[in-house]
C-alpha cells in the first residue's frame, strides 16, 4: 500500500487549444502552448484558456487579453494562481 495522495488530474489540464470555430462547432485540439488570461469576470475570478500558435496568433491580432505566458506543467495544478509571466502555487505560511 502507498501512502502518497492520489493525484486527480484538473480537468483544465487536458493541454489542448480549446478555440471554438465562429459560430461555434468542435474545439482546436491541438496542443496548446499559450496559456492566455483574459479580463476578469462577475465573480473577480480570471477567465483564462489555452491556446496553440496559430490561435494565439488570432488571438492577439483579434482581442485583448490580461496577460499570456507558455503552458508548463504548473498551469494544470490545483490551487495555482496566475502570476506575471507564469501560473504558481502559493506558499502557504
Ligand atoms: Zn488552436
Ligand atoms: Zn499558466
Do not use: I
Request: glycine content about 16%; some cysteine; aromatic content about 6%.
Amino acid at each position: 500500500m502507498s501512502h502518497l495522495p492520489t493525484l486527480t488530474p484538473a480537468d483544465f489540464g487536458t493541454g489542448t487549444c480549446g478555440r471554438e470555430p465562429a459560430g461555434g462547432g468542435t474545439p482546436c485540439g491541438a496542443p496548446a502552448t499559450w496559456h492566455v488570461g483574459w479580463l476578469r469576470n462577475e465573480e473577480g475570478g480570471l477567465r483564462n484558456s489555452l491556446a496553440c500558435d496559430a490561435h494565439m496568433a488570432e488571438a492577439r491580432d483579434q482581442f485583448v487579453y490580461r496577460g499570456r505566458h507558455r503552458v508548463s506543467a504548473d498551469c494544470g495544478m490545483p490551487g495555482t494562481v496566475w502570476m506575471t509571466g507564469r501560473c504558481g502555487v502559493l506558499k502557504a505560511e
